[in-house]
């Protein structure tokens, strides 16, 4: 029986960069996945800067066939109903459709060389001294390493026993809906270059509103023990939408979402002959809902880790654990960060909206974190500053009015 370099489970961002690396690097790899391509992912699909600039690096350019909304701003909707508007002159993004982004992501690799099958569900996984190998019903394939990018609740770290049952206070939960409008109607009644973001008095949560094409990504996410009954509100807030913006909105038929793990660095992420990527991984920030940036890099960051392994013949656990320190120097401090801020923002949202409004350069500071220049740790340590002018503002004005 054939044994492949590497066999990468899962076909969504983390998997596909990480075989698409691994291929590019000479290996022989494979790439499985249960769905059959393209396939439905329920998703906002914002992608920040800082995410295309790391496709780039592996010579991944996304086409305007894939593109559909450039962002070139946020609205932020906080308790008292006062917008702050945060405008770049750049690009901070764009949105994206997923069954298309990964269907396109997934093109990528196999032209780099990588072999697909969709329609491939792993049901368990056997390791042996010279190979490890993944079970389908269609047959058993083996690989020198595997990388697990199935997604959050993923067979391959529960077969490994590096995860177990996602535990509450470790995971966001999401859930979206597309709901398709006229472009002509988008474009008279909001911005369409323009993500929203709601605030309103959901606990460790928020709505948002992305522009399509020719639609919008409605949701609702957050920290999932404090949400309860998900659908209803995301029905109510539709319906509180469409009076605020005179967009037509249909009843919302198909709500649909899965948790966001965010377990991150505090789980092993490696194995013998084994990595872990993407959610997977657990590689959410759970303020954000943001995924696809660090299923990327992690793909990025396994798929050259995979490849160092493979040329010197060293699949063990110590060897791939270099993955382990990299991953955490590039994204380790913003992620566990992620969870102090989710929490300070909501529980002081109101006084928070008020400081916001004075935070000198905003709009910069956006635009920093959407390119990768900045991040949370980075920016809460360095802008006590802006906050302390932003505090004295706020003073002002309550002294004198
Ligand atoms: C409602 C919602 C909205 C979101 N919005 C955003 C957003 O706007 N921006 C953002 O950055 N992040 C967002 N996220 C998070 C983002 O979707 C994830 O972080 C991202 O999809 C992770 O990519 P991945 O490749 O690790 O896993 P996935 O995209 O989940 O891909 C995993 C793949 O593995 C396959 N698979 C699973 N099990 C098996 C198996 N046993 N055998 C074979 N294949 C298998 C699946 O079919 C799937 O294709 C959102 C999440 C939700 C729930």
């Known amino acids: 029986m054939k044994t492949y370099d590497v066999v990468v489970v899962g076909a969504g961002p983390a998997g596909s960069t990480a075989a698409n690396v691994c291929a590019k690097a000479g290996l022989d790899v494979l790439l499985l996945d249960k769905?059959?391509?393209?396939?439905?992912?329920?998703?906002?699909?914002g992608l920040s800067v800082r995410t295309l600039r790391l496709l780039e690096t592996i010579g991944v350019d996304l086409p305007a066939s894939v593109v559909e909304r450039k962002i070139l701003g946020f609205?932020?909707?906080?308790?008292?109903?006062?917008?702050?508007?945060?405008?770049?002159?750049?690009?901070?993004?764009?949105?994206?459709?997923?069954?298309?982004?990964?269907?396109?992501?997934?093109?990528?690799?196999?032209d780099a060389g990588v072999r697909f099958l969709d329609g491939h569900r792993v049901s368990n996984v056997e390791w042996a001294e010279n190979w490890i190998a993944c079970h389908t019903k269609q047959g058993e394939f083996r690989g020198k390493i595997l990388i697990g990018a199935d997604g959050v609740g993923g067979r391959v770290a529960r077969a490994a026993g590096l995860r177990g049952p996602l535990k509450p206070e470790f995971t966001g939960v999401a859930v979206e809906v597309d709901v398709p409008i006229p472009k002509?109607?988008?474009?008279?009644?909001?911005?369409?270059?323009?993500?929203?973001?709601?605030?309103?008095?959901?606990?460790?949560?928020?709505?948002?509103?992305?522009?399509?094409?020719?639609?919008?990504?409605?949701?609702?996410?957050?920290?999932?023990?404090?949400?309860?009954?998900?659908?209803?509100?995301?029905r109510i807030f539709a319906r509180w939408y469409a009076r605020q913006t005179g967009i037509r909105i249909p009843p919302l038929q198909k709500i649909v979402g899965h948790p966001l793990p965010a377990t991150g660095f505090e789980r092993p992420l490696v194995a013998n002959r084994l990595l872990l990527v993407g959610d997977a991984a657990g590689f959410v920030d759970v303020f954000s809902g943001q995924g696809l940036c660090y299923a990327v890099e992690s793909g990025i960051l396994a798929g050259r880790t995979t490849t160092k392994a493979i040329n010197?013949?060293?699949?063990?656990?110590?060897?791939?654990?270099?993955?382990?320190?990299v991953a955490q120097r590039r994204f380790g401090e913003e992620l566990r960060f992620s969870r102090s801020v989710a929490m300070t923002v909501h529980n002081h949202l109101y006084g928070g909206f008020k400081l916001l409004r004075h935070i000198r350069g905003l709009d910069r500071l956006v635009k920093d974190i959407a390119t990768g220049q900045t991040d949370y740790y980075r920016l809460l340590r360095n802008p006590l500053k802006s906050l302390g002018r932003g505090i004295i503002a706020e003073l002002r004005a309550r002294f004198t009015h």
């Open 75 to 110: 609205k932020l909707v906080g308790p008292d109903l006062h917008p702050i508007n945060i405008r770049a002159n750049s690009s901070l993004g764009c949105t994206v459709i997923r069954s298309k982004f990964d269907h396109f992501l997934a093109q990528k690799a196999i």
């Open 35 to 45: 769905a059959v391509f393209p396939r439905v992912k329920p998703c906002g699909g």
């Open 312 to 325: 010197k013949q060293n699949f063990s656990e110590k060897a791939l654990g270099e993955y382990t320190k």
């Open 184 to 234: 002509k109607e988008l474009e008279q009644k909001i911005n369409p270059n323009v993500l929203a973001l709601y605030f309103l008095n959901i606990p460790l949560g928020y709505f948002w509103a992305f522009p399509r094409r020719a639609g919008l990504s409605l949701g609702l996410g957050g920290v999932a023990s404090q949400l309860h009954g998900l659908p209803g509100k995301l």
